[in-house]
């Protein structure tokens, strides 16, 4: 594998970058904004989170890859999506509001793209932490990371659930589907592109890892002080402190090893 210093890195690996920083940046400043603008705050991190996941993908494993995780959501949790509010399999009865445009039989379609901006992150982490593993691994990740997006997005009036459940109104169900989906997803994903392992780490490769741990912690910190809602933030924090965690160490080890070089991929 190639590597370059970052004031040698190409045009491509220079955007991803960018769009890095727009994404982590958008999320406290979502935070802060009033009823009003939530809309458009939501609507700039799905599309920095989706661009920045996309271009990720594309430049350190391959255009094919990004365009396979990108239909998978689009397909797999699309379709899972249209199913539930149809039927209330697989996550349970719940209707979405007109907040996030247009759809398709009842569902917008910026949803699907919420499941690209969350599926590369989830992944990347649990091939580091556990790579023999990582399809199980990631699939639990993505789906603690609920944890903290429905609270949220309930609470911004985005969609409602017919009943009320045993989180924070949300019914336990829901997150049952959110494990189910994403296993589909990587299922198909380990079968399709078979990604490697790679025994030598670069931080760009990491990037999603540090989106993930930066969700772990801010979220908490906004569910807490913010938004009021102190059960979201223990248990959000909890939940995706379970992969989190285990991302960060296994970061400070080989960093401290020598393994983990500040130094940019031009792909594997």
């Not at 045009?11 to 890095?20: I, M």
């Not at 993908?57 to 199913?83: D, H, N, P, Q």
């Not at 569910?223 to 989190?244: C, E, K, M, R, S």
Request: charged share 10%.
């Amino acid at each position: 594998m190639q590597v370059a210093s970052l004031t040698t890195s190409s045009l491509p690996e220079r955007f991803v970058w960018l769009l890095f920083a727009l994404h982590l940046i958008a999320q406290p400043i979502y935070s802060l904004l009033p009823a009003n603008l939530e809309r458009l705050g939501t609507l700039v991190i799905v599309l920095s989170g989706t661009a920045f996941g996309f271009a990720h993908l594309a430049v350190s494993k391959g255009i094919k890859s990004a365009l396979t995780m990108l239909l998978l959501c689009l397909v797999v949790a699309g379709g899972f999506e249209i199913l539930s509010v149809q039927t209330g399999f697989p996550y349970g009865q719940y209707s979405y509001s007109s907040l996030l445009g247009p759809g398709i039989l009842g569902v917008p379609l910026l949803v699907p793209f919420c499941w690209q901006m969350m599926a590369h992150n989830a992944g990347v982490v649990a091939r580091l932490i556990a790579p023999k593993a990582w399809v199980l691994v990631a699939a639990g990740a993505l789906t603690a990371w609920d944890l903290y997006i429905d609270p949220q997005t309930v609470r911004a009036g985005y969609w409602t659930w017919t009943r009320s459940g045993e989180y924070v109104g949300i019914p336990l169900e829901n997150f049952a589907g959110w494990l189910l989906t994403a296993l589909v997803i990587y299922a198909l994903y380990a079968r399709l592109e078979r990604p490697a392992i790679t025994s030598s780490l670069t931080v760009f490769e990491l990037l999603p890892v540090l989106v993930y741990i930066w969700m772990w912690f801010g979220s908490a910190v906004v569910n807490l002080f913010w938004w009021n809602q102190p059960v979201v933030a223990v248990v959000g924090f909890i939940g995706t402190g379970l992969f989190a965690v285990p991302a960060l160490r296994e970061l400070t080890r080989q960093t401290k090893s020598g393994r983990l070089r500040w130094m940019v991929s031009r792909g594997a």
